[in-house]
């Protein structure tokens, strides 16, 4: 987060007056972690899980600390633009502010408008931060305008106020719901009023934390017995997903997309029609535990502390509810081998496989670091059998030389492709700044790439397991369509689709082509 260039002449001149500089420091104060987080992630130096994971590793933080630094982080970034639109009206020249400043000053706003925190706790913190970083002066700017938004916070999150500036539909869904307009409009192109209405609600608010048990250790069943017993019977939800196969799948979906407005229509809604999107009322919250596949679970809130010895023992391990239901939904135990992960990461499918007794061949990523993550968990888990994979820290089309200089085949291929992540909204909320509308295009040209190189190491009656966690068309169906049409011996075997209401607030998409003999 850049600085203001006079802060230490500020600084020296204040203290020469007999003024008091106690700076906030991270390693102990959640509010100044939280701002450290914020600065990196919004700078494009980290993303918010890695940057947040590393701050949380301070001994000084206790548990009530990690918990208000966490919720401030994610707060923060899923609100960011409707925070910003709001506290822009209470200064008048926020952009010579510094940014830090800045910053600091929509994260009081959202402790005052989202979180049961005394305003005053929030002001006062905020406007001695500001003071010991920036002088008297700043300071006093910072408490006027807190003040100013304090006395107006009625009109925060008011979807009135946002109808009264706004008339064109995107533009009123995006600053109400804190999401770019070019995302809602392509939302609203593809999918319609009601599912972009269910979207954006599930953006706003927290993924639920995912937990996959260990299917290798044989106490697993009642490992999940027990995380389930955690609840009442009526708290226990399976989650439901759209599983679409064959042909019916272009005809359900051209149905959609049919029913969906048409390019250019989104500006014409009537003010009254999105006033009455607006203007209903919220999603109930999910405080319920939803099971997603055969041993995925997911949970309201943090992880139970009864999962704490769970994944120390290596019986269980993180990974989004949403995330594994799509790989659960293609029966990795009806895949042929041998398989190929090739766009492994640091490999959460792949074991996702392994813990099951599905062997995966090789495992390759760019990120030889990552690769390295896949050999440490492996080993956490305590597998032994099937054997840990072969690695190749390698792009997909550098392994595929490498792999056709060998002459090797595979029966199935996994595709955890590279895409915009606009699936992700709720766990990974900087992506709203990350990406513009060109990344899309540049995306769709790497999957098709990725796509063709693949198939050509698929062997005949084997199948591509392609996967994303992105809601656009064109790097889901329609990169899966395109790939049919240049590609007769291909078929569509299945494609599946997180419905857009789930309550995992992810969504993923996936289909399995098979090369036909």
Known sequence: MPKNSNSQEVREQSAKKGGSFRLHRAGHDPRAAALTVLSQVLDGRADSQAALDEALHS?????????????LVYGVLRRYIALEDFANGFLSKPDKLPAEMR???????????????????????TVTHIRNRFGQGLSRVANGALRSMQRSLDEFGNPRRVLRDVNAAEDALARFFAVPAWIVALWLRHYGLEATHALLEAAQGPAPSGLRLNRARPDWKQAKAALVALYQPEQIKESASRRLAGTEVSDKWARTRHNAF???????????????????????????????????LAFPGPLPWQTRDLLQEGKASRQSAASYEVLEAFEPASWRLPIWDCCAGRGGKTLALLDQGIAVGLASDPSEH???????????LMLTAPPC???????????????????????????????????????????RFRRTPDDLDKLTGTQKRILSLAWERLEPGGSIIYLTCT???????????????????????????????????????????????
């Open 389 to 431: 994979p072969e690695t190749l820290p390698l792009s997909v089309e550098e392994s595929a030389a490498l792999l056709a200089e060998q002459s090797r085949t595979f029966g199935t291929i996994l595709i955890d492709a590279p895409c915009s992540g606009l699936g992700t909204l709720s766990r990974r909320p900087e992506i």
């Open 370 to 380: 990552r690769l390295n993550a896949l050999a440490e968990e492996y080993a956490r």
């Open 471 to 517: 809601l656009n068309p064109a790097e889901n169906e329609g990169q899966v369509a395109n790939f049919l049409e240049q590609h007769e011996n291909a078929e569509l075997s299945q494609e599946f689709q997180t419905d857009f209401s789930s309550p995992l607030r992810e969504f993923f998409y996936g289909a399995q082509i098979r090369k036909r003999p």
């Open 59 to 71: 001994p000084l933080l206790t548990p009530t600390d990690k918990r208000l630094c966490t919720e």
């Open 262 to 296: 048409e390019p250019g229509e989104t500006t014409a809604i009537e003010k009254n029609d999105l006033g009455a999107v607006l203007l209903k009322p919220p999603a109930a919250s999910e405080e319920k535990l939803f099971l997603a596949g055969t041993c995925g």
């Open 103 to 125: 910053l600091a000053l929509l994260q009081a706003l959202y402790e005052m408008a989202c979180l049961r925190i005394p305003h005053h706790a929030s002001v006062g913190w």
